[in-house]
Every structure is written in C-alpha cells, then in structure tokens.
C-alpha cells in the first residue's frame, strides 16, 4: 500500500509539517498503548492480532463438506456482512462461485435475490455475533423457508459464524451445522481478517491465505512512527485535518470492485470514531461517477472535508477505438483504465488547487494480498486515530437504543423508548 499525503499539508484545512511532527510524537506514545493491547488481546486491540491469530486452515477444513457450490449466500449485518463482501466483490473476478448478501431487511429485495437463487446449489453463510440481531434472524427464517419450500435440506446447506452462544449457536448445535466461532475481543467492523470475513471467501475457493499475508504485511508496517507506518500516518493525518475541522472523510476509490470497500470503512469509520459528540463522518464515493456528483461539494462547498481516493496502480484496460466524434478524437487509442486514471489525477488535483486536503491511497493491484492489506491498514488507522482522539474506539453504545425501540415496537419487549418512538412529534404536510 502506498500513502502519499502531500495534498494534506497547506490546503485549508490544511497540516504542516511541523504538526505532522507533533502528531508523530504522539503516535509514538498511542503505538505503546497500542501494541500493549495486543500484547494482552485486549477487546478491540485483539483485532490487529487477526494475521497471526486467523486459522486459515481451519475456515477451509469446516467450509470442506460444501464443496464447490453454484452460489454463497451470506445473511448477515454491518460487520458480519461488510468485510466477506469487500473481500468477496475485490476478488469476483476469480471465482465462478457467485456471492450474494442478505444484509438488509427489504422484502422486494429478499423476494428477488431469492428467487433468483438456485437454492438447491447455494450454501447460506449465516453470520452474527451476537446471535440475536433482528434482521440477520429474520432473514435466515425466510431463507430457511425458501429452502424447505424448494425441497431443500437446509441443514446440509447452511453454515454459521457466531459466537460461544446465543441463537445461532443453539441452531448449530441443535442441528449439527458446519460452523465457526467469531474470534474473541474482536467487534464485527474489524473482523474482515477473521472467520467472519474469510469464510464466504473460502466458500468461493478464494485465496484466504493471500487475504491474510496481506494484512501480515501491513501489520509488520506498524511502528512508533507515522513516517514509518502508512497505516497510521492516515489515521494521524484524518485525525490532524478533522481537528481543523475536516469533519467529512469523503472515500472515493477508483475502482467498482472496491465500491464496497467504501461501505465496509463507512462503518468501520462511523461506529469507532463517532463518539461523545466528535468524529468525521465517512462519505462513500466512487470515482470517476461521483465526479458527476459530489465533486461540485467537495471542491466548492464548506472547507470541512477530506477526500480519501484510492486506485490500483495496475488494471486490466480496454482500448477505446478510434473515433472521428467531434472533439473526441483524443479519446481512440487510449484505454479506458487510461481515462480512469487520468480522471483520478484531474480529481487530485483539483482539490489540491482549490487548497481542499486529500490523500492518495494506491495499491498495486486488486488481488487477495493487496485488499488483506488495505483492509488492515483501515483498521490500524482507525485505532491510532481512536488513540489520538482519546475514544473508546471498540464500542457502539449508541446503536442499542434504536434496536430496542425496534424491538419494542414489534412487541418484542416492554421498552419505554418504543413509546416514545409511538409518540414521536409529527408534522405532516400534506
Ligand atoms: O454480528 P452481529 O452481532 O449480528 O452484529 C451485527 C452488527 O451490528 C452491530 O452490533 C451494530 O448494531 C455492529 O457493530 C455489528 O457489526
């Protein structure tokens, strides 16, 4: 992975030099905190142990029995869906295994994803933590129907991903599933690099362990220093610029393979940093479609932003034909890899000349090794900026209230706040 952050410094917001060497002191002193969480697989700290922790062999041994199914369908929600499709859509293009995710309780939706499986050739990868979560349950009782209704034995088609108990769990033992544990300490939006994120990938016969090395070498790249570790010079420099009031984190990769990526750090962004009234609210974009979109904001509107682009270094390309189109000739003979690129370079620089803060991200390529690492390295970002920030980056106290209040309105608990939700002040304009 490669980090360039030169258009971070002199832009307003803007950094300089002498406050990258201020934050660098005091990613020194966060890395210590850092590295002696690990040291104990403290909560969330146990995260960045996933490359050495994650059993690779054990995911592919308890995805064994499935064989080589037509399609995996993975129910599952936020974390327990986000990572297994990042990984699953970066790597499409090598595996014929098609992967589908359940992570939303839409009936039109689930309707035509399901009709639309061969349910007797699909292996449902049933994911939740907790094993409690509403829409995840849900969903897999609709599956679960569909299947029966379509003549299939669904325990000899389903596997599950959850933890030492709950319903799921109990589901598993009940009916013996193939199943495996969600690793210990670690909350769903860093479990990309773990059975949570790797087993839908191993279903698909994808390279897991090139998963994993990659977020190893981004790992080994974690240091005392920002000028030494590029995962945590992103997180100080998000942090350093939405200290200066860069309170949107705009993530734009180049690339439609990666457009979940952008979904997958939504989250991982929002649920760790957004805490006690702070944190920059991380904006999904995708480059070069949101240039038709959401450019006009980033480079005209308020200077509260920061655009995060991100592109692979090598594409496979198509070749424009030549053309006598008025004004288009320039286009024949370049590819169209050639015109993303030149389109994420006029973006750049753009922002740069509008004195509007932006990184650049690069991988070498789409494969498996490059994703584990930019996976990792989000997620080291995202702890040295919790660290800098002084938050407690591993909870999300704030989504409970809602999920009650579901729950409560659906008659699933006595709960106050679902009153309160049924009184809500209205204000209808017809
Ligand atoms: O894996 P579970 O327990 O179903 O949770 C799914 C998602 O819901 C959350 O707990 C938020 O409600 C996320 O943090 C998590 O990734």
């Not at 966060?30 to 142990?49: F, P, S, T």
């Not at 599956?143 to 389903?158: F, I, K, L, S």
């Amino acid at each position: 992975m490669y980090l360039d952050i030169g258009n971070a410094l002199g832009g307003s917001p803007g950094l300089t030099e002498d406050t990258l060497d201020h934050l660098d002191e005091r990613v020194g002193i966060a890395h210590e905190r850092i590295e002696q969480g690990r040291a104990d697989n403290e909560h969330g700290y146990a995260a960045l142990n996933l490359p050495k922790t994650v059993d690779t062999d054990a995911i592919r041994a308890a995805v064994e029995p499935f064989g080589t199914p037509e399609a995996v369908l993975t129910v599952g929600i936020g974390g327990s869906a986000l990572g297994a499709a990042t990984i699953s859509a970066a790597l499409a293009d090598q595996t014929d295994v098609e992967a589908h995710f359940l992570d939303n309780v839409d009936p039109e939706d689930t309707a035509e994803l399901l009709d639309s499986l061969p349910l007797d050739d699909t292996v449902v990868n049933v994911v939740s933590r907790s094993g409690t979560t509403a829409e995840t349950l849900s969903n897999f009782l609709v599956v679960r129907e569909a299947m029966a209704d379509a003549g299939v034995d669904w325990t000899e088609q389903t596997f599950v991903t959850t933890g030492d108990d709950g319903n799921l769990r109990d589901l598993a033992d009940t009916h013996d599933l193939q199943s495996l544990n969600v690793p210990e300490g670690v909350p769903g939006r860093f479990s990309a690099i773990s059975t949570v994120g790797l087993a839908c990938a191993a279903l698909q016969g994808l390279d897991i362990e090139g998963v994993v090395a990659g977020a190893q070498t981004a790992m080994n790249d974690l240091s005392g220093s920002l000028y030494e570790s590029p995962a945590y010079a992103y997180g100080a420099v998000c942090y350093g610029l939405a200290e200066r009031g860069a309170l949107t984190n705009a993530m734009m990769p180049y690339a439609e393979s990666l457009e979940y990526f952008a979904e997958w750090f939504a989250q991982l962004w929002a649920e760790s940093l957004g805490k006690e009234q702070v944190g920059q609210t991380p904006a999904r974009a995708l480059g070069a479609t949101d240039q038709h979109s959401q450019l006009q904001l980033y480079r005209a509107g308020p200077r509260d932003k920061l655009v995060t682009l991100v592109r692979p270094r090598e594409r496979e390309d198509i070749d424009i034909p030549e053309t006598d189109l008025e004004g288009l000739f320039y286009l024949g003979g370049s590819g169209l890899g050639d015109l993303l690129d030149a389109e994420f370079e006029a973006t750049e620089a753009s922002l740069a000349a509008e004195g509007r803060p932006n990184v650049r991200i690069e991988i070498d390529t789409v494969d498996a090794e490059n994703i584990g690492e930019l996976l990792y390295a989000m997620e080291a970002a995202t702890v040295i900026y919790g660290e800098l920030a002084g938050l407690s980056t591993f909870t999300q106290p704030a989504v409970e209230w809602g999920k009650k209040a579901a729950r409560g309105l659906l008659g699933g608990g006595d709960f106050a706040e679902a009153e309160a939700v049924a009184d809500k002040r209205t204000f209808e304009i017809e």
